[in-house]
């Protein structure tokens, strides 16, 4: 499955956790990513939020458990 928001995506998690890009794939999850724990994930959805220019609920952020997960909440936002 390729993704158009993935390179977006991608380049949040590089901004947020300093992550580089190739290291971010569909399968991606926080144990894959030792900087992705729950400041990570704070920071990250921020980042997330100036990328896409959405603001995340709090059942929303509670979602964002892998980069599958956060490209469905993401495509849900953005119609």
């Given amino acids: 499955m390729h993704d158009s928001l993935l390179p977006r995506l991608q ?14 794939g569909l399968d991606t999850e926080p144990d894959d990513i ?8 704070a920071t990250l959805a921020c980042a997330l939020e100036r990328e896409f220019n959405v603001s995340f609920d709090t059942d929303e952020l ?14 849900r936002k953005l119609g």
């Fill in 62 to 75: 509670l979602e964002l458990e892998s980069v599958r997960a956060i490209l469905r909440v993401l495509h």
């Fill in 11 to 24: 380049r949040a998690f590089q901004r947020a956790l300093g992550v580089e890009p190739g290291a971010v």
């Fill in 34 to 41: 030792p900087q992705w724990d729950s400041l990570g994930h």
